[in-house]
């Protein structure tokens, strides 16, 4: 016997729809909008059936325990530290495992903004699950949603809800687009980060990581919008940023730290990423 809620310390809070369609008609809230949220702690025969989806778009995080979901006949087993996100409208069922029923955050969204949002998040017309590495940033977000709705429903309240809500869908978006530990891609990225002031060959580095130079490459476009080459010379710029904003050390110096042992190359770069030199960059944030 599945059921929606009534789950021993579980948290819920619904706004008023009068409320949800006058804030669908405000500036801001009309953009994304926190109609529904709540918190149910190892929520034993947990489940929802909704033939015809939901007229919002829910977000459903998996802290502990396992359960299920089931968006076209198939049943598909989710554990903790996972995101599940179905769209408006969309038919689905899921519930908690008999065994080791989940703990759940989980929230419903209304707004101009959410089908972009989700895009982001690379969920479309289908149900998506997000392997989270920010899980506790997640759940924070939640928890002060759902501590914020139990307080009152107020204009201000609900525009501060959205504002929590864009947060969290940016960071769903953020997890997906961030490689899991151990893949190609994230020890090659790692690699990058802890070689700031050395070169790479692409080729060295995708036989390192046990893909082509040409898998890397798009692994990498993928993920940064640029190639392997492109993402570690934005990190050395980053590096002379910080050395720029914390130290007294000299140009030519911070050229040297980052592996650009040229003083004029290390301008040229640092000129074409930021529109000004290192010694104009230092001098404008000192202002």
Do not use: N
């Not at 899921?94 to 703990?103: E, K, L, N, Q, V």
């Not at 899980?135 to 525009?159: C, G, K, N």
């Not at 990498?220 to 080459?229: E, M």
């Amino acid at each position: 016997m599945e059921r929606a809620d009534g789950f021993d310390h579980q948290r819920m809070s619904v706004v008023p729809r009068p409320l949800v369609d006058a804030a669908l008609a405000r500036p801001v809230t009309r953009r994304l909008l926190v109609t529904d949220a709540g918190y149910f702690p190892r929520a034993t025969e947990h489940g929802r059936h909704r033939p015809h989806g939901a007229p919002e778009t829910i977000v459903i995080v998996c802290v502990a325990g396992r359960g299920w979901i089931d968006t076209g006949g198939t049943r598909v087993r989710i554990g903790t530290s996972t995101a599940l996100v179905f769209p408006s409208g969309m038919p689905h069922s899921y519930g908690a495992d008999a065994d080791d029923p989940w703990t759940i955050w989980w929230c419903h969204l209304r707004g101009e903004d959410v089908a972009e949002l989700l895009e982001a998040a690379g969920v479309t017309s289908h149900a998506g699950t997000i392997s989270l590495r920010a899980v506790d940033r997640v759940t924070a977000l939640l928890d002060e949603i759902a501590t914020s709705l139990e307080r009152d429903t107020t204009p201000a309240r609900l525009l501060a809800t959205s504002g929590m809500a864009w947060r969290m869908m940016t960071q769903l978006a953020v997890d997906r687009a961030l490689p899991e530990d151990g893949t190609p891609l994230e020890r090659a990225m790692r690699y990058l980060e802890e070689r700031v002031d050395g070169r790479v060959q692409v080729p060295e580095l995708a036989a390192m990581v046990g893909v082509s130079a040409s898998h890397l490459a798009s692994l990498f476009r993928d993920a940064t919008g640029g190639g392997v080459l492109a993402y570690h010379l934005a990190q050395k710029m980053a590096r002379a940023r910080r050395l720029l904003d914390t130290t007294e050390m000299p140009v030519a110096e911070i050229g040297r730290a980052i592996g650009m042992d040229d003083p004029f190359y290390f301008s040229r770069q640092f000129r074409r990423t930021h529109g000004l030199s290192p010694s104009g960059y230092r001098a404008m944030r000192r202002e």
